[in-house]
């Protein structure tokens, strides 16, 4: 009897030690001066309103330094008259076009093309479980769309949602 029981706590304690390691706890990136506050997984950086309401991206919004970024599907939910979006998977570029207007950002690197001018950004569209994070104030100017930062209250307001 001894036996089973011993072997039952050692298989949970082995179990138990398995599910840490399987699941760290999430640590706290460092907050700079100059960015917004760090915001845990569970809540998202930013509130992005387009002429549509609420946008409700595929994953939370987050800033690098003092950018906003979100995923790729962020811009088409904006509802900006006129906006066509294409993408070239042989150059992982995402074009953005309306009227005589052209954004370009590229996968993995920090520089857009807002008609035909390079553009640094603060960091690099990058690909994230699957789906490109993009800066989206870059591509909303870019496209001549209005657009205002409410840092009171952490949103984004594009086109006719500006209040």
Do not use: C
């Not at 960015?35 to 409700?56: C, F, M, R």
């Not at 870059?138 to 930062?149: A, F, L, M, P, T």
């Amino acid at each position: 009897m001894k036996k089973i029981l011993i072997a039952s706590l050692l298989g949970t304690a082995v179990l138990g030690a398995g599910a840490a390691q399987a699941a760290p706890a999430p640590t706290a990136a460092p907050a700079s001066a100059s960015a917004p506050a760090t915001t845990t997984s569970s809540e998202p950086a930013a509130k992005i309103y387009g002429n549509d309401g609420l946008v409700k991206p595929s994953a939370y919004p987050f800033f690098i330094k003092s950018t906003l970024y979100a995923t790729s599907d962020v811009i088409k939910q904006l509802g900006i008259e006129g906006l066509n979006i294409s993408w070239d998977a042989k150059t992982k570029t995402y074009t953005y076009t309306r009227g005589d207007h052209t954004v370009k950002i590229m996968a993995d690197s920090n520089v857009a093309w807002v008609d035909g001018k390079e553009v640094k950004l603060q960091g690099s569209a990058t690909f994230k479980r699957g789906v490109l994070r993009v800066p989206v104030g870059i591509i909303v100017r870019g496209v001549g769309e209005s657009i205002k930062w409410d840092k009171a209250t952490e949103t984004l307001w594009v086109g006719d949602s500006i209040k």
